[in-house]
């Protein structure tokens, strides 16, 4: 396992930490292997009279932590693929690497009240009612642990209607939409905690069963299929009838033999065209991030995208 610039994820965030505790490092703890982590890999690489390159590989990465042979793989890597795939598209929503992703957080910038997680539920649909409401249900414990005495102000919240709701969301933040603390450090808080991952996936249920049958429908067999699809049932919805037939028509023209090969193609036919039904000012954006999934990497809003190395979306075989 090797880590370098463009890699994420909660073991380049413990990679930051360490840097920054030999002081070569003073960027953010964010989880983001940018050109700050790299220039201070290659400051520790000489210093430590090893060869330059800004790559952790295993001899950094045993320098770094003498007790640790090798550099970890992502522990992302030992969840179910409907949870990697809910990961990869949050970091996209969101802009943030897991764990980060579970824990966005924005206030009224949309009309929406306030949005939380890797998919941002929000009160102005209902979905961040429903997500609290099952942590409420299944994880009382962790609700009470996280949200403390603020707790029976949140659930007096949500028992009301739509517009007390959207009022108290009001409530917690500036005028720029930035929620107040502790409000803030609470949700972030619950976002990294396993059962508020594991609510998000739970809810997320519904996008999942689209993107299963939507593999069913175009015979797309993999891990890395199921996320686009997965992206596609979230970001756009689906894919519209007269779209579908426009995918049936290229891939009916695939002229790949390698199993493998066929599968990348159909992935691109199936991207290229959800894209092209979007609207127009978002067409690139949805192609870029369609066409990341599809070749398996790829930089999206800045970010660049290894899938099968930060995530574990692979063309393996995926059974619906």
Request: proline share 5%; with cysteine; hydrophobic share 40%.
């Amino acid at each position: 396992m090797r880590y370098l610039r463009g890699s994420n994820g909660e073991e380049v965030a413990r990679l930051q930490t360490r840097l920054a505790e030999l002081r070569l490092y003073a960027g953010p703890i964010d989880g983001k292997f940018g050109g700050g982590t790299e220039i201070a890999v290659r400051r520790f690489q000489q210093q430590s009279g090893l060869a330059v390159d800004g790559v952790v590989g295993g001899e950094t990465w045993q320098r770094l932590f003498p007790a640790e042979v090798e550099p970890p793989a992502p522990a992302l890597l030992k969840q179910p693929v409907e949870f990697r795939s809910l990961a990869l598209t949050g970091a996209f929503e969101t802009d943030s690497p897991p764990p980060e992703c579970f824990c966005g957080l924005s206030g009224d910038f949309d009309g929406e009240g306030l949005s939380f997680g890797a998919l941002q539920f929000n009160f102005g649909q209902g979905t961040l009612q429903a997500l609290l409401g099952t942590m409420e249900r299944r994880y009382g414990a962790v609700m009470e642990d996280v949200f403390g005495d603020r707790l029976p102000i949140l659930r007096a919240a949500l028992a009301s209607g739509r517009d007390e709701q959207l009022a108290f969301a009001r409530s917690i933040q500036d005028p720029r939409f930035r929620v107040h603390e502790p409000w803030r450090g609470m949700f972030v808080t619950l976002g990294r905690t396993a059962e508020g991952q594991q609510a998000q996936l739970e809810a997320a249920s519904d996008y999942m069963r689209t993107a299963k049958r939507l593999c069913t429908r175009f015979q797309v067999t993999t891990a890395r299929g199921l996320a686009l699809m997965f992206d596609i049932a979230v970001q756009n919805g689906g894919i519209p009838t007269v779209t579908a037939a426009l995918i049936d028509r290229d891939i009916a023209h695939l002229t790949e033999s390698n199993p493998l090969d066929a599968e990348v193609a159909r992935l691109r036919a199936v991207a290229n065209r959800r894209a092209e039904t979007a609207k127009p000012r978002w067409v690139e954006d949805v192609r870029t991030r369609k066409l990341c999934i599809a070749d398996g990497e790829g930089r999206v809003h800045g970010s660049y995208y290894q899938l099968e190395q930060q995530y574990g979306l692979a063309l393996t075989p995926f059974v619906v």
